[in-house]
């Protein structure tokens, strides 16, 4: 018999048992419905019988188990504590309180033995990077800042309990040359807003409102938008360097038609009994009626359709 007649024959077997079994549900089906109208002319009684010996399909469901999912905990913040109270610490007075603290984080490391005054005092202490080594294993590189400027990058070997509620310190810190300066793509903000216009004007009131408490800051937004001004006010006047925008729209000389949008940076100068300060913002602007209005600040808390 020829190859192919035989894989023929060998193939048919399963499309034929599934016509069988369709043929079957079919007659099923088909005696049910006699049943039933057989029973409706027999009367209700029969009827009752007929529904309930009918065969019934029931397909079970798969029950679904939730998934526990566990994060696991950075001691980023833990690492910064350890290193201010370390480096503030002594072996020479190890009961003081800073000592202390250093030995309850991390039992097994020396304290350091300073010479004297011949280093500058700690001024602040920042936690730049956490990697995870392994299970419960981290590696926190901390930045400590001295009051002469001086900034030294220690990295910290850290370890952390199943649940991620305990830490401790399992090395001594180590010194390592600081991160590289990051390649920074170019801004999006590329058109000019003409300055004194309607739309830096638009953004410098706002801005004044917002951080000098001059003004209703409702006003200067855009339907929907709630957002609440500096309080106390911070500064006692701003006043607008320029202002760059995504859009051509924000360059143009009126008012575009109502819900043109643009996005724009605002480099402003802030001035208090302090000194001047040079702040930005990226806000969100829409035209409506003639004006701008504020439609997202993406430096301050903006609820109800604008974003922080």
Not at 106 to 131: E, F, I, K, M, Y
Request: hydrophobic share 45%.
């Amino acid at each position: 018999m020829p190859p192919g007649k035989q894989a023929s024959q060998s193939e048919a077997p399963a499309p034929m048992a599934a016509g069988v079994a369709l043929q079957q549900m079919r007659r099923l089906v088909r005696l049910s419905r006699l049943a039933v109208w057989t029973a409706i002319g027999a009367g209700p009684i029969a009827l009752g019988v007929a529904v309930t010996s009918s065969p019934t399909i029931v397909e079970a469901a798969t029950p679904t188990k939730p998934t526990a999912v566990r994060t696991a905990a950075d001691p980023a913040g833990y690492a910064p504590l350890f290193v201010s109270a370390w480096l503030r610490s002594s072996a020479d007075d190890a009961m003081s309180a800073q000592a202390r603290l250093a030995q309850s984080m991390a039992p097994t490391v020396d304290l350091p033995d300073p010479a004297g005054n011949a280093q500058s005092r700690l001024q602040s202490v920042a936690a730049v990077r956490s990697a995870q080594r392994g299970a419960g294993e981290w590696a926190v590189t901390v930045a400590a800042q001295y009051a002469d400027g001086r900034v030294r990058y220690f990295v910290v070997p850290v370890a952390t309990d199943a649940s991620g509620n305990s830490f401790t310190v399992t090395g001594a810190p180590g010194v390592v040359a600081g991160p590289a300066r990051a390649e920074v793509a170019k801004s999006p903000y590329g058109v000019a807003v003409p300055h004194g216009g309607d739309l830096s004007s638009a953004v410098g009131e706002f801005l004044g409102a917002y951080l000098t408490g001059a003004g209703e800051v409702d006003r200067y937004l855009a339907p929907g938008v709630t957002l609440s001004p500096v309080s106390p006010a911070p500064y006692t006047a701003v006043t607008v360097q320029q202002v760059l925008a995504v859009e051509r729209a924000a360059a143009a000389e009126q008012v575009p038609a109502d819900g043109t949008t643009v996005r724009v940076c605002a480099q402003v100068e802030a001035r208090d009994d302090a000194g001047r300060w040079p702040l930005a913002y990226e806000i969100e602007l829409k035209a409506r009626s003639g004006r701008w209005e504020v439609a997202a600040l993406e430096s301050g808390t903006v609820r109800n359709g604008g974003r922080s």
